[in-house]
């Protein structure tokens, strides 16, 4: 188990290596500088040159990666050319406002798709199956975009119930939050649940054609049990890593729905961040989504390997 | 106790008739033996006897009767009841049929639960007592293990525990030793055999290995095209069958008794679709004549609970005597010139460990899954290579083709050539000397393509073909195969498995090798196509000379076809020679277990358990490699030292510390 740890954390930092070398030079690629951006159209001349200067951005952009890997290396993410803030101080309170939409969004989402799922899965091909099915392939082909806008169309300006955009300052506290963030919540759950759906369904489908559930059947074990203790805990190991992704994906800023709804989360920070050319937080950003992806989806393997039974002796040595 | 007339249909275009008014009645106490190829309803058929049908099957009429219910008409409540408690199932693939994610204890227990009364402690000791009745190591440790962790053997024990539990008065089992070894095998029938007559349990014993199913019934049914054909008494059917397709089937088995490709039962079972107002076996019965055609004849009463369905009794057929028709196989003379050669030979899955990768040492550490095994194949022989599952048969066959390179030793083709460790720096006239025929044609032939691409696939490789000519060959080949053309455009998926397979052969012999590597070609054919295609097999041999390289672990195959015999264990030689020889005492103490423990449709041979089936996951560090089974064993020596090579006769060699004289006896 350890063993699994340590070559995946190895290889973690290697992606991330890997990640950093990528945004470096795709920000780099882009037309335009820090500089630009912020001088408008007063960008030229001696005036250009020395807000250059300043900012360091007359340097080799090779150097300007080794500095940059350098601090980094030290835990210092450096600083917003823009904001002129500490990057921690920028990123910190829009992460806390992403995890709360996520979060929220995640309780609600992912055991509904997973109670749908079994549901569709168990009663495959009757009626219940057909609708759930049904609905969840609409949400899966409409972008979420769509979804959202209709939302606000319905809820917040024809019946007016909850607001289509929040306002919200970045520090507002989560009971100020909550009521904000209705319709942003249902579009993601709607989004995620249909991934999740599809696959659990497949996955229990899968299951209850297996000769385990058979055999259990002709044991003469009653239907309800067959389903809670031989077929399910088997069928929803596959969903693990699914539902992983879907959190990674919640967690590293929805940048269209955050942007759609105006929320004060990572994804519209890191949307503005591109706009400013503020390399150095658009890279901060960039390398947290990457952390985000790879720890979540560590902790889902190592899951998968304590609830499953099989991989799980592999690795401990029980028995062959 | 049961009185069961069944007919299922599948729904689409009409009723497709699985299962054709069967009827039968099983006594308590009885064991009745349901035989037939796959595809005959037998599986189905146990599994209507639990009132069960598979997703898409519907019955089309009658019932079948348990005690005083009718397993169709009862409620849920009943059936759940009934099932598992008074009838079990015993599967045939216990592995997959086992819930993976609870532990062996948990389901004993469950089916405890559901069917006694007793209390959770009580429970918990009947759940150890019973893994006790099926003979396992360690009850108590067993029941905390999840199945994946327990071997083929393990798994069906504690299916078998299981159905136990629910103190059943009627066992059924769908094809329980299937896939198993012949040592295992052996052990689970006896066992059924004994639990069967202690505890006055009746039995439904579903396989198509008649050898088994000899062992252990009293009567037997035989069902062909999803109707019952003949049932009796077992000696009855055994040594005197009626029908023509019982007789066939019985004919097609390759015996201990001789060396000789068995008889080949011709043709196919007709489709299930359709009504029938002929005998269904008549294209297929060489003895039909002109009222078998005209129609179906009935279930024929022939004495005390024995009925045939055939329009003629057997002294009306063909000369019955011609089932034991004597070899018609030349065997081939001395052979010419050594083939290939294996010396020595180790192989070793286990990667080396850096350290002694950096010093060049041997690693000490490391198992040797092959050692030391050396042999010659001459051209135009056929070598049999037995052992059981894990004792390296194929792993050799994967060095010899460069998949797998040895870690010691070497192979030489044609005396003095020595073939490259991997296959992709051998050059290509030296791939196309040796070809494998694969043990599942399933997965074996690519499904996307037709058979006319994947046999002129080795023609454009390696005789450079264009794709007109590579097409025409490709149907020559097929026809040495008995197939026609007509299968040139056909996909695997179109393909019955013994179709498939000879495939498998012409795309091997496309490449006019000198040396076939067979792993385990027949195993998964049923008796009759088995047959087929073992006379395909040394017919080809015959015309084109090429030399076999036969893996498989049922002994009476290899003995019908092998010249020569290895018998392998954990890796290393026991026995090797002549195939008269080595199927012929002295035996080394493996051999003669394995001899024994074989199962043969004849119901007054016994088999004996001589051995345990535990499996060993690592040969011993040294000494003899069957130490810890061996029921000769005479001392430390064994434990100590490798035996050493004994010649006898013919080039007979046997590996053991005990005189020929002794194993003898």
């Known amino acids: ?320 | 106790m049961e009185n069961l007339s069944a007919g299922v249909v599948m729904p689409g275009c009409g009723p497709l008739p699985i299962l054709r008014n069967v009827s039968f009645r099983v006594l308590p106490g009885e064991t009745l033996g349901l035989v037939g190829e796959s595809g005959s309803g037998k599986s189905t058929l146990a599994l209507t006897m639990m009132g069960y049908l598979s997703e898409g099957l519907v019955k089309l009429g009658g019932d079948v009767h348990f005690g005083g219910h009718s397993m169709f008409e009862a409620g849920t409540g009943t059936l759940q009841a009934l099932r598992g408690g008074e009838i079990c199932l015993i599967p045939q693939n216990a592995g997959q049929s086992l819930t993976p994610t609870m532990t062996i204890g948990q389901q004993i227990d469950e089916a405890l639960m559901l069917h006694t009364d007793l209390s959770p402690r009580e429970r918990k000791r009947q759940v150890v007592e019973l893994l006790e009745q099926v003979r396992m190591p360690e009850p108590a440790v067993i029941a905390r293990r999840h199945p994946h962790a327990l071997s083929g053997g393990q798994q069906q024990r504690c299916a078998v525990a299981m159905a136990l539990a629910g103190r059943p008065r009627v066992l059924l089992l769908d094809e329980p030793t299937t896939g198993l070894d012949v040592t295992t095998q052996v052990h689970i029938l006896e066992l059924l055999r004994e639990l069967a007559k202690s505890r006055q349990v009746a039995m439904v014993f579903v396989s198509h290995d008649l050898g088994a199913v000899a062992r252990v019934s009293d009567r037997i049914a035989v069902l062909y095209s999803g109707e019952l054909v003949e049932i009796g008494p077992s000696t009855r059917i055994l040594k005197s069958p009626e029908h023509p397709y019982t007789r066939g089937l019985l004919a097609s088995i390759p015996r201990m008794d001789g060396a000789r490709v068995p008889e080949v039962l011709p043709g196919y079972p007709p489709p299930l679709a359709g009504p029938r107002e002929r005998c269904a076996f008549a294209p297929r019965c060489s003895a039909a004549k002109d009222p078998c055609t005209a129609g179906r004849p009935a279930l024929d009463v022939r004495g005390e609970r024995y009925r045939v369905r055939c329009h003629f009794r057997r002294d009306e057929l063909d000369d019955p005597g011609s089932l034991v028709r004597p070899s018609t196989r030349p065997r081939n003379g001395v052979p010419a010139s050594s083939l290939l050669e294996v010396r020595n030979v180790a192989i070793t899955y286990s990667r080396k460990s850096l350290l002694s990768r950096f010093t060049g040492k041997e690693d000490r550490a490391r198992v040797l899954t092959v050692d030391d095994v050396s042999f010659t194949v001459h051209r135009g022989e056929t070598i049999g290579v037995v052992g059981e599952s894990g004792s390296g048969k194929s792993t050799i066959l994967r060095a010899i083709v460069g998949l797998q390179p040895p870690c010691r030793g070497d192979i030489r083709m044609e005396g003095s050539r020595p073939l490259d460790d991997r296959v992709d720096t051998r050059p290509l006239a030296c791939k196309k000397e040796i070809q494998l025929v694969f043990q599942n044609p399933d997965s074996s032939l690519n499904p996307r393509k037709t058979v006319a691409e994947i046999i002129s696939a080795p023609l454009e490789l390696y005789f450079g073909m264009e794709r007109g000519p590579a097409r025409e060959r490709a149907a020559q080949l097929l026809q040495s195969v008995r197939l026609t053309e007509h299968y040139l455009d056909r996909t695997p998926g179109q393909l019955s498995g013994g179709e498939k397979q000879r495939v498998g052969i012409a795309r091997a012999f496309a490449a006019e090798p000198k040396l076939a590597l067979c792993d385990e070609v027949t195993s998964a054919l049923d008796v009759s196509v088995q047959a087929a295609v073992l006379d395909l097999l040394s017919n080809l041999q015959r015309e084109m000379g090429v030399a076999y390289l036969f893996v498989s672990h049922d002994l009476a195959t290899v003995r019908s076809v092998a010249d020569r015999v290895l018998v392998l264990y954990q890796g290393r030689i026991c026995e090797t020679g002549p195939v008269e020889s080595v199927f012929a005492p002295p035996f080394h103490p493996y051999t003669g277990a394995l001899m024994r423990a074989i199962l043969e449709p004849d119901p007054d041979r016994r088999p004996r358990v001589e051995i345990k089936d535990t499996v060993e996951s690592a040969p011993p560090r040294q000494g003899c490699p069957f130490q810890r089974r061996c029921p000769h064993k005479p001392g430390k020596i064994c434990d100590r030292e490798a035996p050493p090579a004994q010649e006898l006769a013919n080039g007979h060699r046997i590996y053991c510390h005990l005189s020929p004289a002794i194993l003898h006896s």
């Open chain 1, 1 to 320: 188990m350890l063993k699994i740890l340590v070559r995946r954390l190895v290889s973690a930092l290697f992606t991330l290596a890997f990640v950093a070398v990528v945004v470096f030079a795709v920000a780099e690629a882009l037309p335009g500088d820090a500089c630009t951006a912020y001088l408008g159209r007063l960008a030229q001349g001696e005036r250009l040159d020395n807000c250059r200067a300043s900012l360091d951005l007359d340097q080799p952009a090779a150097k300007r990666f080794v500095h940059w890997a350098r601090d980094l290396a030290q835990g210092d993410l450096g600083n917003s050319l823009k904001r002129k803030k500490p990057i921690e101080e920028i990123v910190g309170p829009r992460f806390r406002n992403t995890v709360i939409l996520g979060t929220v969004a995640a309780l609600i989402g992912i055991p509904l798709a997973i109670v749908l799922g079994v549901f569709a899965g168990v009663y495959r091909d009757k009626i219940p199956d057909f609708v759930i099915s049904g609905v969840s392939l609409l949400a899966m082909t409409i972008p979420e975009f769509v979804i959202a806008t209709l939302l606000i169309f319905v809820f917040a300006i024809s019946f007016q119930w909850f607001p289509a955009v929040t306002i919200l300052p970045t520090d507002a506290g989560i009971r100020e939050i909550l009521p904000n963030i209705v319709l942003p919540v249902i579009t993601l759950a709607f989004v995620m649940t249909a991934h999740i759906l599809r696959i659990t369904r497949a996955s229990v489908i899968d299951a209850m054609h297996s000769e385990y559930v058979k055999m259990a059947t002709l044991k003469g074990v009653p239907f309800r049990r067959v389903v809670f203790r031989h077929m399910l805990p088997s069928a929803l190991l596959p969903t693990i890593n699914i539902v992983a992704l879907t959190i990674a994906w919640l967690l590293s800023g929805v940048v269209v729905i955050e942007k759609v709804f105006n929320y004060p989360g990572l994804g519209t920070l890191i949307i503005q961040s591109i706009f400013d050319r503020d390399l150095p937080l658009v890279q901060a950003i960039a390398l947290m989504f990457a952390l985000i992806y790879i720890a979540v989806n560590l902790i889902a393997d190592l899951l998968v390997i304590l609830l499953n039974p099989k991989l799980r002796s592999q690795v401990s040595g029980e028995g062959g």
